[in-house]
């Protein structure tokens, strides 16, 4: 074994070098990244770095004499169901050479975690092309939430849109049916939200500023439309990125989202409604990686279509996917 030197690709701009490690040798621990920065055997450019540094195309990374570790045999994947299949690629609303769009229908998780079996990211296999790389998630949304959700093709392109997602540089919409109608009827929430307990049964709940665990949570909100005083449309943008964020903030307006199974209480499950969480991830307005911004929308749900029925709302027709610029 020798030293030999890596030279950063198009793809990779703008991922960490313990990532870019772990990538193109997986067997290589964090422990063991963070020593060979801190001795100097890894440089960038003939530079000293250390493990969080963001790598740039080009550049020319040092790597040190290494041990190929054998992959054992169980990670090899096994194909993925043929139904599977047919259910991941049915989702797609949009994909190109860079993102996929899926349209995730309510009650599917998009990761696992104790007692589910069937979640997005194990169907991901289903949608790559040849010898691709296994497309990423790039952001989540709530298991009982429908929508979009956007995947990447290849990690750089997952690097460059979680930057865009950190950044704030994506603009995204929700639509929900609240009973009740909110006062005023359009303006910001700004209501810091705090995460009770662990695992499965953890909530988030308004918080108090000076609660310690309290952290900055703020959203946008608008009624479309309103049957009464009893159900509203509301377009919500969230400002923030806190788990539950836009149902604990519905429910701090006092009208919590129709069916909520976690927020809201009685008052959000009247009776003669599907008892189905009404939040639906509408629109995404994204930068796309190769230039200029994507905006795609996605249909509602099918019980959703059925409460503006009843209700009276027009939610319209669905735009197509829209690339601009670039």
Not at 165 to 192: C, L, M, N, T
Not at 280 to 296: E, N, T, W, Y
Not at 307 to 314: V, Y
Request: one cysteine or more; charged letters at 25%; hydrophobic letters at 35%.
């Amino acid at each position: 074994m020798s030293v030999v030197t890596l030279s950063v690709t198009e793809d990779e701009a703008g991922i960490r070098l313990d990532r870019y490690f772990r990538r193109h040798y997986p067997h290589l621990t964090q422990g063991g990244l963070q020593k060979l920065c801190r001795t100097g055997q890894i440089r960038v450019d003939g530079r000293r770095v250390e493990a969080s540094t963001r790598l740039e195309p080009g550049q020319a990374v040092r790597v040190p004499p290494i041990p190929v570790a054998a992959k054992p045999a169980r990670d090899v994947p096994r194909p993925l169901d043929e139904r599977l299949v047919r259910e991941i690629r049915g989702m797609v609303i949009y994909q190109d050479a860079q993102v996929i769009v899926l349209n995730k229908p309510a009650g599917l998780a998009v990761q696992g975690g104790p007692g589910i079996t069937r979640h997005v990211d194990m169907m991901l296999d289903g949608l790559r092309e040849g010898d691709d790389p296994r497309p990423r998630l790039v952001h989540r949304i709530d298991r009982d939430t429908s929508g979009l959700l956007l995947l990447a093709r290849t990690p750089g392109v997952a690097a460059k849109l979680a930057a865009s997602f950190r950044g704030r540089d994506v603009h995204k919409v929700y639509w929900a049916v609240v009973v009740g109608r909110p006062d005023p009827q359009s303006g910001e929430i700004d209501q810091p939200l705090a995460r009770l307990g662990v695992g499965p049964g953890a909530i988030t709940v308004a918080a108090d500023r000076s609660d310690k665990d309290a952290q900055s949570a703020r959203s946008a909100y608008q009624v479309l439309d309103s049957a009464g005083r009893r159900f509203s449309w509301l377009e919500l943008s969230p400002l923030t990125g806190r788990t539950h964020q836009l149902r604990v903030h519905c429910e701090s307006l006092g009208t919590p989202i129709l069916g909520d199974p976690k927020y809201g209480g009685e008052a959000a499950h009247p009776s003669g409604f599907t008892d189905q969480l009404h939040l639906h991830a509408r629109m995404l307005d994204i930068p796309h990686p190769a230039g200029g911004r994507l905006i795609v929308a996605a249909e509602l749900p099918a019980h959703m279509r059925g409460t503006f029925r009843d209700l009276g709302f027009t939610p319209g027709s669905t735009p197509a996917p829209v690339r601009r610029g670039g």
